[in-house]
Every structure is written in C-alpha cells, then in structure tokens.
C-alpha cells in the first residue's frame, strides 16, 4: 500500500527522484518544490525549468504542476500556502 510523499525541495529533487525511483508502488506521491526533475545520466545544472521533457510529463494524468507566487524558498515566503499544496498532495 502506498502510504508515504516524498518532498524533495532544490537540489533534493535529485536525490528524492532516485529513492522514489527504488521505492516504486510503496510509495504514494513525489513532490518537486522549485526543484529540477532528475533525467538519467544528467545533472542538476543540465536543464531549465520545464523543459521539454518536464513539459510532456504534465500533460500526462499522473503529473501536475502548482504555480506559487513566490521566490525559491516558498517554505519561508508562503509557509501556509505551500503546507496546503502538500497536505492536498498527501491526501489529508
């Protein structure tokens, strides 16, 4: 049963798009909060934010993409806003 989200913010997109990767079915929900979406054999600093691989993601049913109105740090800029996103992700 997929019970858990993983949030990988920045950076952490990475290491969070490779455990999810390992975790499969267990796992319910992977959040990218102002994050790049890991592409294997690239880096962080390969590519911009969507690219078009990004971008064909989103038009699938099981990728969606929420737009803040804040900087790269929504954790202190819009802390409510951005725990709502989550909860609603979570599923609570």
Do not use: K
Request: proline letters at 5%; zero cysteines; hydrophobic letters at 45%.
């Amino acid at each position: 049963m997929a019970n858990f989200v993983l949030v990988g913010h920045s950076y952490a997109g990475i290491p969070v798009g490779q455990a999810a990767e390992r975790i499969g079915d267990r796992l319910a929900r992977v959040v990218f909060v102002d994050s790049s979406v890991p592409h294997d054999g690239e880096s962080l600093l390969t590519g911009a934010a969507p690219d078009d691989d990004v971008a064909e993601l989103l038009t699938g049913e099981r990728w969606r993409l929420v737009e803040m109105d804040t900087g790269h740090w929504p954790m202190f800029s819009r802390p409510r806003e951005l725990a709502r996103v989550l909860l609603a992700e979570a599923g609570g």
